[in-house]
């Protein structure tokens, strides 16, 4: 239980009548790279704003490496070190690429190695030639770059991906997964994604969400075969 | 933005300014002189809103009630003390702290835009009641009466520090409204290029990515409002002593609207854009005044409405796009 460095036990929302997400229990071990998936309005995103401390739950208790977060402010939470790349891009419009990695790098470096790091990340991301250019007019794939480029900066222990390859072209999304890949070796992740294309390239444990609760827990293979998973997401009729 | 060198604006406008605090006085009479010491002031109030809405995006409908509390801390600690020295730092103190407190609730209740609108301005016309409520014997402060809507005349203006018989002339008060003018500018650039400024721009910008990078927005709005609170009162302090006078006014409806109209005319998210905004309309409330040939508030009203509608970024941002589409192509949005 304690080398886990994420750990939800009974985490529910209430959004009048409905139960957003359910008594889901989650727990993410460390350097673990989880997918999660599951159809429309299933409870992923609403799950990482409870994660994120944006929502506060109705019931139950989130665990960060032990300590328990339930309740804490967003910005709290992130000194924690936890990282989300948002569902829709949440960027600065007006600021340029090089000012998101450097705001979020130098919240925890001095000045000197801020410069370096953000240097390294728009390097390894590929965002140096747009380096000095304002976020607000770039397409919808290099956005999703530069929020990731961003979260990296700020060196957080767990990062929350929420749909990091939608807008993205087929070579984009292969070079997306490869991103992941390789942050996976120093970090924690959780990647919510629909395209299951990608969800192939990186996943190993997969979990499946459903009307707010988790419905199983298993490796990508499985998931795949699983006839459950299949009626959820096509309809209990559709498959073709 | 990244760079820590000034930009070749700001070095060329506190260039003008430091010729203006100092060929001024060689040229123009007393009365001009004294004429543009309340525009300075002025200018410094300007600049408090604009640094507060312009760059830290919090709508302020009542940035006079921080002038107003300048003025008044100024006019009764001047009384008292028959020394200017404290009433100047207090001046800006008690203000700030006030801004602080009023902030606390608002950034702290997480309140929306809306009601820091409403919330601001009902506060300066509760000010402006209350001091205007304030007749009589029984409302003094020390020996200080505060008179009600007459207002508080014939207070000592500024003395040379430690020596209360040694009153500045007319020169030299110029001379040190520009200095702060100066001081206040400068330094807003200098707080906006630091990282405590940075994070204010990214506050503007998108709220919520700054706490998922945790930033906390509510003590940052909260620091930006104190410091405007403080920079408005200065100018409040320095107001109150140029015409040795403060009166419920200060309060007014009409006061908080014309430092909207100075910053909407300048172009909000720049500096340099409310001080020639407040120049302009103070020159022009001045002549229309004098010449009485039409209502002043009527002017300032069609020109609001003007600027709103037909130049809606204001002076400065509009003529900055005109010279960079004249240098070249388009380049990015300017920098905040």
């Known amino acids: 239980m304690s080398d886990a460095v994420l750990q939800t036990v009974g985490l529910s929302i209430r959004f009048g009548g409905v139960e957003a997400v359910r008594g889901v229990d989650f727990a993410l071990a460390e350097r673990e790279l989880r997918c999660l998936i599951g159809p429309n309005g299933a409870g992923k995103s609403t799950l990482f704003k409870l994660l994120t401390g944006q929502l506060k739950p109705t019931a139950g208790r989130i665990l960060f490496r032990g300590h328990d977060i339930t309740g804490h402010h967003t910005h709290a939470i992130a000194r924690r070190g936890i990282g989300i790349k948002t569902q829709v891009p949440s960027l600065f419009d007006g600021l340029t690429v090089r000012e998101h990695l450097w705001l979020s790098a130098r919240r925890t470096n001095p000045a000197e190695r801020t410069r370096a790091i953000v240097d390294e990340i728009m390097e390894r991301i590929g965002l140096t030639a747009l380096a000095d250019g304002a976020v607000g007019q770039l397409s919808h794939g290099l956005r999703q770059w530069v929020e990731l480029g961003t979260v990296l900066a700020g060196n957080p222990e767990l990062i929350l991906l929420d749909e990091p390859a939608a807008g993205m072209t087929h070579d984009e999304v292969a070079r997306t997964a490869e991103l992941v890949r390789e942050i996976n070796r120093t970090h924690a992740l959780i990647v919510v994604e629909h395209d299951m294309q990608f969800v192939k390239m990186i996943a190993r444990t997969v979990t499946v969400m459903h009307q707010g609760a988790v419905l199983v827990e298993d490796t990508m293979d499985r998931i795949l075969k699983n006839a459950t998973v299949r009626d959820v997401y096509l309809g209990k009729h559709g498959g073709a | 933005m990244s760079s820590r060198r000034p930009s070749p604006g700001v070095v060329l406008t506190t260039a003008a300014m430091v010729a203006i605090a100092v060929g001024v006085p060689q040229v123009v009479d007393q009365f001009g002189l004294l004429q543009l010491t309340v525009f300075a002031s002025m200018c410094i109030l300007a600049l408090s809103l604009g640094f507060v809405w312009g760059y830290g995006g919090i709508l302020c409908f009542g940035q006079s009630a921080f002038f107003g509390l300048g003025g008044y ?195 909000l998210g720049t500096l340099l854009g409310p001080i020639i905004g407040c120049l302009i309309m103070q020159y022009l409330a001045t002549t229309l005044g004098t010449q009485q040939v039409a209502n002043t508030s009527l002017i300032f009203g069609i020109i609001f409405l003007a600027f709103v509608l037909l130049v809606p970024r204001g002076i400065v941002p509009s003529l900055r796009r005109l010279g960079a589409r004249a240098v070249g192509p388009a380049r990015v949005r300017e920098p905040a």
């Open chain 2, 73 to 267: 801390t100024y006019a009764v600690t001047a009384i008292d003390l028959g020394e200017s020295t404290l009433a100047m730092v207090l001046a800006v103190v008690v203000p700030a702290v006030f801004a602080a407190l009023l902030g606390y609730f608002m950034f702290y209740g997480r309140l929306s835009d809306v009601y820091l609108g409403v919330i601001t301005l009902s506060v300066t016309l509760i000010f402006f009641n209350l001091m205007n409520s304030t007749a009589g014997d029984a409302y003094r402060v020390g020996k200080a009466r505060l008179n009600g809507f007459n207002g508080m005349p014939s207070l000592p203006t500024l003395n040379v520090p430690g020596d209360p018989g040694r009153l500045l002339d007319p020169a030299e008060t110029f001379y040190l409204v520009m200095a702060f003018l100066i001081i206040v500018y400068v330094g807003l650039h200098v707080l906006l290029a630091s990282h405590f400024g940075r994070v204010v721009v990214a506050i503007r910008e998108n709220e919520t990515r700054c706490e998922l990078l945790g930033y906390d927005v509510r003590l940052h709005k909260l620091l930006v409002f104190a410091i405007g609170g403080g920079i408005a009162g200065l100018a409040g302090g320095l107001f109150a002593n140029w015409g040795a006078f403060v009166s419920p006014n200060v309060f007014s409806l009409t006061m908080t609207s014309q430092i909207i109209i100075w910053v909407i005319v300048g172009g």
